[in-house]
């Protein structure tokens, strides 16, 4: 097969930006220009610029780029031949050449913005941030200790379509959220078995690299030595970007962990950079027995009960599977049958969603 010879006919349009461009989310901000681009056709090797031709829509009429200045905002550009044929056609968004996005802490500073009005896409967010407009800028206060991955900014300007700016969203704080995506408080307690979900946030609005680091040690009241079983996991965090990191792909290091544990009630601390940290044991809640209304309840945190299922066997007699009990759940909690006398081993069943503390209740005969 013959390829064919070039011709001086065949091009391609070459749109690249002034100089700066966004530091954050090239992908979502894509065809987003700090100043009007650099616009050329490109023939062989040759790179020819286009600006003569070209026009920009603006209000449904087509009208010629002027020669100093530019259009600001969202709006469709083309170029015009000589006979009136459109060579090509595309949407850009065009920003102020010297626009600039600035972080202070839990704060935003849109500068030299010229007369665009800025406001806040607020969907998926805990609350609304403010707005305060100081001449040609903006300050955008998020509440302090909210978290997220990134803002939408509806930018809209006088004459052409509004636009939307994808900035990170302006938080150095990291956080541990539960399976419920509720924020944990430091050392608040996990059990293995419900890490499904539980995660770490952590944000970088930084334009280098960061690396961080989890660190896992073991903690036992019944082991002095506990604290030299330890591990580290290096975290790496891309520039202006926000990652959740899935406690779950730790599991078998905190079951490691605990395997050197000479209790039940050893446990793993998380701690993340040397700072905030949670608690991953075998059980989360206790429970206490009620001789009274032979009945087994949470002690501590009060929690919903649904789904959650308790089995028990005497410890006074010989145990057969067949002598495996389930309890039953009423409003005063997992209640021993009636025949249920001695001492019983109680605990939670395989498939219970929460893992309770066991425990043992002695049950005397009344008489």
Request: a positive charge; one cysteine or more; proline letters at 5%.
């Amino acid at each position: 097969m013959k390829l064919a010879e070039p011709s001086e006919d065949s091009y391609y349009i070459s749109i690249q930006p002034q100089t700066r461009t966004l530091p954050f989310y090239s992908k979502k901000n894509a065809n987003v220009f700090l100043g009007f681009p650099r616009i050329r056709r490109v023939i062989g090797n040759r790179a020819v610029s286009l600006r003569d031709t070209l026009q920009y829509k603006s209000r449904g009429i087509w009208t010629n780029l002027p020669v100093n200045g530019c259009p600001i905002g969202r709006f469709k550009v083309r170029s015009v031949g000589a006979e009136g044929e459109v060579i090509f056609c595309r949407e850009i968004t065009v920003l102020p050449a010297n626009f600039q996005v600035r972080f202070e802490g839990q704060q935003i500073l849109i500068c030299n913005t010229a007369d665009l009005r800025l406001s806040v896409d607020c969907q998926g967010l805990d609350a609304e941030p403010e707005i305060i407009k100081d001449g040609s800028d903006y300050r955008i206060k998020v509440k302090e200790g909210s978290q997220g991955e990134l803002l939408r900014l509806r930018l809209v300007p006088q004459t052409t379509h509004e636009l939307t700016l994808v900035v990170p969203y302006p938080s150095v704080q990291s956080c541990f959220k539960d399976g419920q995506g509720l924020l944990m408080t430091n050392y608040q307690k996990v059990d293995v078995q419900s890490l499904l979900g539980t995660q770490l946030t952590v944000n970088n609005i930084t334009a280098q690299t960061q690396l961080s680091h989890l660190t896992f040690t073991l903690q036992d009241i019944h082991n002095r030595d506990a604290s030299l079983h330890q591990l580290s996991r290096r975290i790496k965090i891309e520039p202006f970007s926000n990652q959740e990191l899935s406690l779950l792909s730790y599991k078998s290091d905190i079951e490691r962990l605990l395997s050197y544990g000479q209790g039940i009630d050893a446990q793993v601390r998380i701690q993340y950079n040397g700072g905030l940290s949670i608690c991953v044991g075998l059980y989360t809640h206790s429970t206490g027995y009620n001789p009274e209304t032979s009945c087994i309840r949470v002690t501590g945190t009060v929690f919903p009960t649904a789904g959650i299922s308790l089995q028990a066997l005497c410890l006074d007699e010989r145990f057969t599977q067949q002598k495996l009990i389930s309890l039953s759940w009423d409003e005063e909690g997992w209640r021993l049958p009636e025949y249920a006398q001695g001492r019983w081993f109680y605990f939670s069943s395989q498939d219970s969603p929460l893992a309770l503390r066991p425990g043992v209740a002695i049950r005397a005969e009344k008489g």
